[in-house]
T-cell receptor, first 113, second 115 residues
């Protein structure tokens, strides 16, 4: 069974469109995250939810909006996509706080044309 | 401020050579955790090890070993007898226990093991 899953794996879209990426974890973890990995492989936290409560909201354009319907799901919605949004987006989960081991999903490669 | 530095951007070795990946960190917390992750060409991030700041005991797991030294703020990773399948980008990460939930990742070291 996949521990942290993301859909879709690949997403190609035009500038200006709105898109969503979904994440689900079946590990029973309380905390979920979204990270962005740019073309140089740099990984940066975007958001984190603990038991459906937003606890980290890094300096991210407000075109990005996370939503956690329950603690097993954390979705990422992006409005008005821009070329610079092209990246790989990783979802992760951990049992509790950030000092716990985080388990990552397979990533979603977003390409904005 | 917390920071993780991996000065080696890319390393190439020939199969069966030993290779050490360096990681230096900065933190003001006395309690923190350090991690290594592997990202193979397939793209997923694979957890390798987690260490807390009170446990400086070095560890060996198969061909992998880790050297944690608080005195030099380093958490280095060594692969013994490297194999082509070890080719990947390796990330070091830091998480402070002071209430934050995030990892700070280093910029990664790309390891190429040549046959």
């Amino acid at each position: 069974d996949t521990a942290v899953s993301q859909t879709p794996k690949y997403l190609v879209t035009q500038m200006g469109n709105d898109k969503s990426i979904k994440c689900e974890q079946n590990l029973g973890h309380d905390t979920m995250y979204w990270y962005k990995q740019d073309s140089k492989k740099f990984l940066k936290i975007m958001f984190s939810y603990n038991n459906k409560e937003l606890i980290i909201n890094e300096t991210v354009p407000n075109r990005f909006s996370p939503k956690s319907p329950d603690k097993a799901h954390l979705n990422l919605h992006i409005n008005s996509l821009e070329l610079g949004d092209s990246a790989v987006y990783f979802c992760a989960s951990s049992p509790g706080r950030g000092t716990d081991t985080q388990y990552f999903g397979p990533g979603t490669r977003l390409t904005v044309l | 401020a917390q920071k993780v530095t991996q000065v080696q951007t890319e390393i190439s070795v020939v199969e069966k050579e030993d290779v050490t990946l360096d990681c230096v960190y900065e933190t003001r917390d006395t309690t923190y955790y350090l991690f290594w992750y592997k990202q193979p060409p397939s793209g997923e991030l694979v957890f390798l090890i987690r260490r807390n700041s009170f446990d400086e005991q070095n560890e060996i797991s198969g061909r992998y070993s880790w050297n944690f030294q608080k005195s030099t703020s380093s958490f280095n990773f060594t692969i013994t007898a490297s194999q082509v399948v070890d080719s990947a980008v390796y990330f070091c990460a830091l998480s402070e226990a002071g209430g934050t939930y995030k990892y700070i990742f280093g910029t990664g070291t790309r390891l190429k093991v040549l046959a």
